[in-house]
């Protein structure tokens, strides 16, 4: 039986200027697809804006290139879910930042900020990003 892992996600867009895409979220759904591993995914601070379904980087530029390729963190979410790993999001997190739950990406579940530790202690390896 594979070891339960929980990839921590709270430092948002993490090299996305570079490569369109979060690398642990990359890295989760490589580690699913083509290793078979249990993976949980837990998007907190900054991260719960992942789940926006209605948050687009379209207008991202830098400097005075716009970019062509953009991030589209719910989209790879979604991808992720499809694929069996569980997604959840910090739901303190989200409500500080004004974000509706009926904006994310659907399957996503909850959990409190009081009820973090229960909820990481039930993994064997937690990785925080």
């Known amino acids: 039986m594979p070891v339960r892992i929980l990839n921590i996600v709270e430092m948002a867009y993490r090299a996305t200027l570079e490569e369109q895409e979060d690398t642990v979220l ?26 926006n379904r209605r948050q687009h980087a379209d207008r991202l530029r830098s400097g005075e290139r716009a970019l062509g390729s953009v991030p589209r963190h719910a989209d790879e979410l ?30 996503a579940k909850a959990v409190s900020r009081a009820g973090l530790a229960r909820f990481v202690s039930g993994f064997e390896r937690v990785f925080h990003w």
């Open 26 to 51: 990359c890295l989760a759904h490589l580690l699913v697809t083509g290793g078979g591993a249990d993976m949980t995914v837990l998007v907190r601070g900054n991260a719960v804006n992942y789940l």
């Open 78 to 107: 979604e991808i992720l879910l499809k694929d069996g790993v569980a997604v959840y999001y910090v739901e303190d997190d989200a409500s500080e930042r004004g974000l509706e739950k009926a904006d994310f990406v659907a399957g």
